[in-house]
């Protein structure tokens, strides 16, 4: 699958990865402040953004979704930066294919399982009638019955787009989420370890990386350091200076190719 990307700067290729619902506009920031020195790629994963629909929906295709961009765009010593899902993508890709990456770095997601099957957010879009409905303030209304935070469901509802006869319609194969959502919710798929540099930024305000996951992470990813920022689940978001300038700076330190 050809995934769409945005890309700019030059140097050392970063590549960056979205979570669920989310797409390449989410890491827009951080990569623009950092290609300065990197030439960055923003992804948008299957079923995402401007990228193809598919019903299939699971680490292993976006594995070989991933392996087949590195390999076209023809990518030497590249980095992986991957928040939630992004982060679990990135983290089977270190697995299965470690001689495609220089670094990886995991944003706010543990290698182990979480329940998914009462995950609100994607009740929250289920509950829209898209067909009928007329306005993004419909839209809104209806998702705030399961998602009560403004900016949460305002980064959900960029899912929308008018359709040129009217009405909305989804960018995102909700659909295939859908039905595919508990293989979204599992540890790593691929065995191994990744022997290399690696970074997992966590929000201290968050409940996805907890003090008892070091352990796990650890085993898996034996070099990985870990930062703590002021922050929930949503650390480039939410503090976009203090995210770069930490990866910034442990991209620096933690070595350059072939060291």
Excluded: C
Aim: charged share 25%.
């Amino acid at each position: 699958m050809e995934l769409y990307f945005r890309e700019v700067g030059e140097g050392q290729p970063l590549v960056f990865l979205h979570g669920i619902f989310g797409s390449s506009d989410n890491w827009l920031t951080s990569a623009r402040n950092l290609s300065d020195e990197y030439r960055t790629f923003a992804l948008d994963l299957r079923n995402h953004g401007h990228s193809p629909h598919d019903a299939a929906f699971d680490y292993p295709a976006m594995v070989d979704d991933l392996l087949t961009f590195i390999r076209e765009k023809e990518l030497r010593d590249a980095v992986l930066v991957g928040h939630s899902m992004g982060g679990k993508v990135a983290m089977n890709f270190a697995l299965a294919h470690p001689d495609q990456l220089q670094k990886l770095v995991v944003v706010d997601i543990a290698p182990k399982g979480y329940n998914m099957s009462t995950y609100v957010e994607l009740q929250g879009l289920q509950a829209i009638d898209i067909d009928a409905v007329k306005s993004r303030g419909e839209a809104d209304e209806a998702l705030a019955a399961f998602v009560p935070e403004a900016a949460v469901r305002q980064f959900l509802l960029k899912n929308l787009k008018r359709k040129p006869d009217g009405g909305f319609e989804w960018k995102l194969n909700l659909d295939a989420i859908a039905a595919n959502i508990e293989h979204i919710g599992v540890g790593p798929v691929f065995e191994g370890s990744f022997e290399k540099p690696t970074l997992l930024v966590r929000g201290s305000r968050s409940r996805y990386v907890k003090d008892d996951d070091v352990g796990l992470i650890k085993k898996i990813f034996p070099k990985a350091e870990i930062a703590t920022l002021d922050a929930g689940h949503w650390v480039p978001a939410e503090k976009p200076d203090e995210f770069v300038e930490t990866l910034r700076e442990w991209l620096g330190r933690s070595g350059t190719a072939g060291s």
